[in-house]
């Protein structure tokens, strides 16, 4: 798999001091209150485990599913949502837990779902940004890194639903996306 990689983006040690800075963080900001961290599927969830245990206050998970993409490189704008959350958020602090915000689509719509739930407060926290290509007007309170806008891969995210398990974040050599 690391054969199909350009080059590494954040290293497993990159990722880990991350999850720890942001931990920190968001311990601070969460004492003494009703902490639910949603993490979106699927990409957020090798970030979503690592990151919660370095979060020192006692808090719940649940998960999202909604899909804004279509196998390929580019955001179709569209979002739909595939799983809802099991529990209800009304009266809680949530902190929305994302792999990645790109054109910001994605969550714009999850954020606007959300607060219409009467929640307490409502955060997000990304492991990575992309901010050169926003279109929707939302950005994270949290962000574990900033980075330039190409495809990345590992960690999570996926090309084609591949390449999710890899340890570290990468990007494809060209060939791969022409095989
Ligand atoms: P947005 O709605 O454009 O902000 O896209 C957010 C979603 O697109 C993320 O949650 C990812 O699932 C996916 N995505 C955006 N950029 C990348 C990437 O570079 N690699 C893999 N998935 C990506
Ligand atoms: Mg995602």
Partial sequence: MKNDLKAIVLTEQ???DLCIQLGEQI???YQGRDLLCVGILKGSVLFMTDL?????????IDFMDVSSYHGGTESTGE?????????????????????????GTTLKSITELLESRRVKSLEIV?????????????????VGRKIPDEFVVGYGLD????YRNLPYIGTLKP????S
């Fill in 27 to 29: 311990t601070q900001d």
């Fill in 159 to 162: 090309y084609g639903e591949k």
């Fill in 175 to 178: 060939e791969i996306y022409n």
């Fill in 14 to 16: 990159d990722i880990q």
């Fill in 79 to 103: 979002v739909q949502i595939l799983k809802d959350l099991s529990t209800s958020i009304e009266n809680k602090d949530v902190l929305i837990i994302e792999d990645i915000l790109e054109t």
């Fill in 126 to 142: 990304t492991l990575l940004d992309k901010p050169n290509r926003r279109k929707a007007d939302i950005e994270a309170k949290y």
């Fill in 52 to 60: 919660i245990k370095r979060i020192d206050v006692p808090l719940a």
